[in-house]
Nanobody, 115 residues
Framework: QVQLVESGGGLVQAGESLRLSCTLS????????MGWYRQAPGKQRELVAN???????NYADSVKGRFTISRDNPKNTVYLQMNSLKPEDTAVYYC?????????WGQGTQVTVSS
């Protein structure tokens, strides 16, 4: 059973930074496309950033220039460095892994940014 274990959420003030981490419990990590999604109250879940094989990355327009996704294959871990946080970044952030056509999700971690 593949599990994704997230950490790093919390409460910060606008302009501060947080780093989220997500570790894959089993599998050949380098074969998975990894990403972060978020869901704010009353809104649909949206892609924040993802990183696929070959280190290709994609970002939502709203976070470009502020967030950076990276992966450490030997540690089976993907990171989301979030800088210059804004109140509108407040959401539950979910780690996502995809292998072929199978999706895996973490339990979510709350990020709250106060103004």
């Amino acid at each position: 059973q593949v599990q994704l274990v997230e950490s790093g959420g919390g409460l910060v003030q606008a302009g501060e930074s947080l780093r989220l981490s997500c570790t894959l419990s089993r599998g050949i990590f380098s074969l998975f496309a990894m990403g972060w999604y978020r869901q704010a109250p009353g809104k649909q879940r949206e892609l924040v950033a993802n990183i696929v094989s070959g280190e290709t990355t994609n970002y939502a327009d709203s976070v470009k220039g502020r967030f950076t996704i990276s992966r450490d294959n030997p540690k089976n871990t993907v990171y989301l460095q979030m800088n210059s946080l804004k109140p509108e970044d407040t959401a539950v952030y979910y780690c996502h892994a995809k292998f072929r056509d199978v999706d895996f999700w973490g339990q979510g971690t709350q990020v709250t940014v106060s103004s």
